[in-house]
């Protein structure tokens, strides 16, 4: 019984704190266009991600947590992603506020994987700003691990040092 009882602990605990993201946006009439000619294609683990994956931007909302704003399927040409800004008419927060960073995802075999944009150098539009286009020329995904060329450890797939 006290095995069950820590199973169903561990099961709840583990889905309270994992975050499932839901890719539904509200087209609030308002919006930020993310053009992506991208110079090349995205990997994961140094594999090519095919069209079947999912591109997008989400922004905060309030008690925490993370809401869509804009996406679109990944294609190996250029694409395009409408980002909804906020519709002030509203109490509650729907969609990006002005000048709010994107904060990008990448949702690839059903799995949700934090990503980096590098944006044309231009101008410096990562954030939201009402029918402004932005063109995004890189897009990684973010594979934490050791990027020290000399450690036993060393990841040549990882993105970020985890330290």
Do not use: R
């Not at 909302?61 to 190996?76: A, M, R």
């Not at 519709?87 to 904060?103: C, L, R, S, V, Y």
Request: some cysteine.
């Amino acid at each position: 019984m006290k095995k069950l009882i820590f199973l169903c602990f561990v099961l709840i605990s583990n889905t309270c704190l994992s975050q499932e993201f839901l890719w539904e946006i509200n087209n609030t009439g308002s919006n930020h266009t993310l053009l992506l000619p991208l110079e090349e294609n995205i990997t994961l683990d140094g594999v090519e991600i095919d069209e079947s994956a999912l591109v997008g931007v989400f922004y905060e909302v309030e008690g925490g947590g993370l809401q869509c704003g804009g996406f679109t399927t990944y294609s190996l040409d250029q694409f395009l992603i409408a980002a909804y800004g906020d519709d002030a008419t509203t109490e509650e927060k729907d969609g990006f506020n002005n000048e709010e960073d994107f904060q990008w995802y990448i949702n690839f075999n059903g799995v949700d994987y934090p990503a980096e944009a590098l944006y044309s150098i231009d101008f410096d539009p990562g954030v939201y700003v009402t029918n402004a286009m932005t063109f995004v020329t890189i897009l990684t995904i973010v594979e934490p691990g050791c990027t020290d060329e000399m450690a036993l450890n060393y990841d040549e797939n990882a993105t970020v040092d985890d330290g």
